[in-house]
């Protein structure tokens, strides 16, 4: 008598295209996780707009692309001036996430840029 054949189970994908919360278009953001760098971004193909977070071997892009919508509802109750002025705001993470404002015009001026730390540059000697 043969044995069974033990049924084979199908992988389960997650999604790394999601619908835009400004311009409402499905599969239009892409996510790109850079975990050499530790980022992760998210970029909609039509309207341009953008987010970047810091991440680590446990992330995935649902995990970006929720933290994106979880920091838009809190631009939206006004709330990201009180993020980013308790560093911790009690959750232990970086809240160095960049929520970018694809309305209004941009200025590049680079003069109005703060001076640059030297985080990621090598110390001569090293």
């Given at each position: 008598m043969a044995k069974a054949k033990a049924p084979?189970?199908?992988?389960?994908?997650?999604?790394?295209?999601?619908?835009?919360?400004?311009?409402?278009?499905?599969?239009?953001?892409?996510?790109?996780?850079?975990?050499?760098?530790?980022?992760?971004?998210?970029?909609?193909?039509?309207?341009?707009?953008?987010y970047q977070?810091?991440?680590?071997?446990?992330?995935?892009a649902i995990d970006v692309f929720s933290e994106w919508l979880d920091d838009c509802e809190a631009a939206e109750r006004g709330e990201v001036a009180a993020a980013s002025a308790h560093p911790n705001n009690g959750r232990g993470e970086d809240m160095s996430k960049a929520v970018h404002d694809t309305g209004g015009e941009y200025d590049d001026d680079e003069e109005s840029l703060p001076e640059a730390s030297g985080l990621g540059q090598k110390r001569p000697g090293t």
């Open positions: 084979t189970r199908k992988k389960q994908t997650l999604a790394r295209r999601f619908k835009c919360p400004f311009c409402a278009n499905d599969d239009v953001v892409e996510c790109k996780m850079d975990l050499g760098k530790g980022v992760g971004s998210l970029a909609c193909r039509i309207c341009s707009a953008s977070m810091p991440i680590h071997h446990l992330h995935e």
